[in-house]
C-alpha cells in the first residue's frame, strides 16, 4: 500500500485547509487510518485517528473542536479538515494506516503499518 498525503501549505493564523490521504496499490476500506504530525525538534504524535467504516474517531487535545478527520472508502481516501489553524500547528502532517485486519483506531504510532511521505504545513503569525 502506497499512500500520499497532500493539501499541506502556509496559510495565516485562522486560516484552513485540508489535507488528503489517497492510498494506491491495494483498497483501505478496511483499514483504520490515522494522522500524525511532527513540529521541527519534537517527536511524531498522533492528532486523529479513525476506524474503517468512520464510526469511531479520536482527536488530540490540542486540535480537538477545530480538525475533523473523516474518509471515502470508495476513494481509499482519509481527509483531514483543519480548521482555525494556529502558528503551533505548524508541522510535518503524516498520513498512516494499520492492517487491513486491525479495523479499530489506533493512537500508538507503533500501530500502523504503512505511512505517506509527509506535507508541511505552516501557519503564520
Known amino acids: 500500500v502506497q499512500l500520499q498525503a497532500s493539501g499541506g501549505g502556509l496559510v495565516q493564523a485562522g486560516g484552513s485547509l485540508r489535507l488528503t490521504c489517497a492510498a494506491s496499490g491495494r483498497t483501505l476500506s478496511r483499514n483504520a487510518m490515522g494522522w500524525f504530525r511532527q513540529a521541527p525538534g519534537k517527536e511524531r504524535d498522533v492528532i486523529a485517528a479513525?476506524?474503517?467504516?468512520?464510526?469511531?474517531?479520536y482527536y488530540a487535545d490540542s486540535v480537538k473542536g477545530r480538525f475533523t478527520i473523516s474518509r471515502d472508502n470508495a476513494k481509499s481516501t482519509v481527509y483531514l479538515q483543519m480548521n482555525s489553524l494556529k502558528p503551533e500547528d505548524t508541522a510535518v502532517y503524516y498520513c498512516?494506516?494499520?492492517?487491513?485486519?486491525?479495523?479499530?483506531?489506533?493512537?500508538?504510532?507503533?500501530?500502523?503499518?504503512?505511512w505517506g511521505q509527509g506535507t508541511q504545513v505552516t501557519v503564520s503569525s
Open positions: 498512516a494506516a494499520r492492517r487491513a485486519t486491525d479495523w479499530a483506531l489506533a493512537t500508538s504510532e507503533m500501530k500502523y503499518a504503512y
Open positions: 479513525i476506524n474503517w467504516n468512520g464510526g469511531s474517531v
